[in-house]
DNA sequence: CCATGGCCTGTGGT
DNA sequence: AACCACAGGCCAT
């Protein structure tokens, strides 16, 4: 018997998992990588590249996962409130630019710093009769110069986004090896390259990397902890360091379980639907 | 190991 | 009008 199979294409483009999309009528467009992808209502993707991805990783299952994750009121709420919400299975490379650029930033400059990086450095696409910009290649990144990237608004981060697309390019780091590694091997592993902190490793390794353990903490998510998790999850201090983070996760690991990262997209949901925050 | 401050830049508030 | 606080962190000290 299976239940909660409906996606929720509008609560999953809106969740801060991605930046590159907009709504065109009936439809989602949203840039992939070297591809662009049309959602109906539905969550029946087209594609520019005709590829076969589970974007909304229709393959999980989510019966198992809600059950196992299901774990007290709050998240219980979360869960029902934004049903069909899904976590999305992104272009690795994309994903960690993405998540580097949105350090100390915010939805609506994230976007537009991506959408002048594709715009400069990415490939022109026609697609539907409509132009698109699919993401910029590492090779391209990688050559750039430091003030070409920083044209695009991005300022100190220019040279994180310039020596991870080295790092890509070089093969310092292997998306497709790291898939079929575990989260704390990941997690060192791309924690070298220059942006990527705790929070930034978590939501490439979630929404790009396969998994699902990983529970990004940011300001949102230690405000949901303080809220309605200080029973379970102590904090103590405003700025959360290395080792607190680390102990953190493995609490939420053993309360929410190895779909944590689930939890925590609806959490975070939650809240900033809670607060009236914006989305794309 | 922990604490602090600085950082590009666009936006919204005073 | 000019200025300031702030934003889905990270890094060097």
């Given at each position: 018997m299976q239940k909660n199979r409906t996606i929720n294409v509008e609560n999953s483009i809106n969740s801060?998992?991605?930046?590159?999309w907009k709504r065109n009528g009936d439809y989602w467009y949203g840039i992939n990588g070297q591809d662009i992808l049309r959602v109906d209502k539905n969550g029946i993707i087209n594609s520019f590249q005709n590829s076969k991805v589970d974007f909304f990783r229709k393959n999980d299952n989510l019966d198992d996962i809600i059950k196992s994750v299901s774990k007290d009121k709050t998240v219980r709420r979360a869960l029902k409130q934004y049903s069909g919400l899904r976590i999305l299975r992104q272009d690795p490379f994309q994903c960690l630019i993405s998540f580097i650029v949105s350090s100390n930033s915010n939805i609506q400059k994230i976007k537009m710093s991506l959408e002048k990086l594709s715009k400069k450095f990415g490939v022109k696409a026609k697609y539907e009769n409509e132009e698109f910009f699919l993401f910029p290649k590492a090779e391209k990144l990688a050559k750039a110069s430091i003030n070409e990237i920083k044209s695009c608004g991005v300022g100190y981060r220019a040279k994180f986004i310039n020596e991870a697309a080295k790092m890509i390019l070089f093969k310092k780091i292997d998306f497709e090896f790291l898939k079929n590694c575990n989260y704390h091997e990941t997690k060192e592993n791309i924690r070298?390259?220059?942006?990527?902190g705790n929070k930034v490793a978590d939501c490439v390794m979630l929404f790009?990397?396969?998994?699902?353990?990983a529970f990004p903490l940011d300001r949102w998510m230690i405000r949901v902890l303080e809220k309605y998790y200080s029973n379970k999850f102590q904090i103590d201090t405003t700025t959360i360091t290395e080792k607190q983070y680390d102990v953190l996760h493995e609490k939420i690991v053993k309360h929410?379980?190895?779909?944590a990262g689930y939890s925590q997209q609806f959490l975070f949901k939650m809240e900033r639907e809670n607060y009236q925050k914006k989305w794309l």
């Open positions: 801060g998992q991605v930046f590159l070298t390259i220059p942006g990527v790009s990397l396969e998994k699902l353990e929410f379980g190895p779909y």
